[in-house]
T-cell receptor
Framework: SQQGEEDPQALSIQEGENATMNCSYKTSINNLQWYRQNSGRGLVHLILIRSNEREKHSGRLRVTLDTSKKSSSLLITASRAADTASYFCATDTQGGSEKLVFGKGTKLTVNP | EPEVTQTPSHQVTQMGQEVILRCVPISNHLYFYWYRQILGQKVEFLVSFYNNEISEKSEIFDDQFSVERPDGSNFTLKIRSTKLEDSAMYFC??????????FGNGTRLTVT
């Protein structure tokens, strides 16, 4: 598989439930980011976690990073219908490259 | 909050024609990028631009593509002779020295 693969590909939950999305990557990274994309819109930055961090919180978002397993998870607590969107992880690569490598994303549907 | 703006939102062109996609990055940002997303696929890095020159480009960014910052505010992507496979959403992004990427809402390019 390629750098930045999320699972599941699609997730459907009820409002108020928690949503967990996972991301795996292949190469060593400096940081990992999560982005959100509403249908037909641009990518909105949610949170960045550095390679020396294990967990980070922002509001209802909680991100974990396990560099030994090359994986990250995004937890959205107490989900709302407005959280319905696609969520992508994106990694940089060590070595000074400018580019972010995105996964295919998890399409989250929160049912009211 | 300042945002990256892209025009047009949708561009339809015939194969072989030249297109210019326009972006106005956030005004105090220094690093500029183009990414694209073919329908249903990953967001892919095309090119990064800093200090009035390309700093990195992907294999996708061949001789048919060029970027320009013609003045202090605009950042353009030109495709000289479009192919059917160039149909995609094209996202412009910018960032400051230590900030995450801010993306525009994209231009949907349809090549017929």
């Amino acid at each position: 598989s390629q750098q930045g693969e999320e699972d599941p590909q699609a997730l459907s939950i009820q409002e108020g439930e928690n949503a967990t999305m996972n991301c795996s990557y292949k190469t060593s990274i400096n940081n990992l980011q999560w982005y959100r994309q509403n249908s037909g819109r641009g990518l909105v930055h949610l949170i960045l976690i550095r390679s020396n961090e294990r967990e980070k919180h922002s509001g209802r978002l909680r991100v974990t990073l396990d560099t030994s397993k090359k994986s990250s998870s995004l937890l959205i607590t107490a989900s709302r219908a407005a959280d319905t969107a696609s969520y992508f992880c994106a990694t940089d690569t060590q070595g000074g490259s400018e580019k972010l490598v995105f996964g295919k994303g998890t399409k989250l549907t929160v049912n009211p | 909050e300042p945002e990256v703006t892209q025009t047009p939102s949708h561009q339809v062109t015939q194969m072989g024609q030249e297109v210019i996609l326009r972006c106005v990055p956030i005004s105090n940002h220094l690093y500029f990028y183009w990414y694209r997303q073919i329908l249903g696929q990953k967001v892919e890095f095309l090119v990064s631009f800093y200090n009035n020159e390309i700093s990195e480009k992907s294999e996708i960014f061949d001789d048919q593509f060029s970027v320009e910052r013609p003045d202090g505010s605009n950042f353009t992507l030109k495709i000289r002779s479009t192919k059917l496979e160039d149909s995609a959403m094209y996202f412009c992004a910018s960032r400051g020295m230590s900030s995450p990427l801010h993306f525009g809402n994209g231009t949907r390019l349809t090549v017929t």
